[in-house]
């Protein structure tokens, strides 16, 4: 299972990229950024990442930087760096169009445990 936080991703697809945040908790991920949401489930065998992504245009003002989608389903693929906390990966996905879309992020931090931070 990935280790459970606070993600940043960034997802290109040709030349374009959309950056954002992701919550990753018991190998399910929640993010965003500015155009798009992305929602899932990544697990870790043997130093690989493999998983499913629905990634999904929330803005229609945004300009469509990772393909010509409204949502798309993309089979996740990819590996884990341990020590640098961060990882590489590929998704695909075929439909009316295919979508490809190189992945990487890099862990920033715990998560909550109660949903509650400490102001002090």
Request: no cysteine; proline share 3%.
């Amino acid at each position: 299972m990935m280790q459970d936080g606070i993600y940043w991703l960034r997802f290109v697809a040709y030349d374009k990229t959309e950056e954002g945040v992701a919550v990753v908790r018991q190998g399910l991920v929640n993010g965003g950024g500015p155009g798009y949401v992305w929602q899932g489930r990544l697990a870790l065998e043997d130093g690989t990442v493999r998983g499913n992504l629905m990634v999904r245009k929330w803005n229609p003002q945004a300009p469509p930087d990772l393909g010509m989608f409204k949502t798309a389903n993309l089979n996740i693929d990819g590996s884990l760096d341990a020590s640098a906390r961060s990882f590489e990966m590929a998704g695909h996905a075929h439909g009316h169009h295919v979508v490809r879309l190189r992945i990487s992020g890099h862990w920033l931090g715990e998560l909550a445990d109660d949903g509650t931070t400490d102001s002090r």
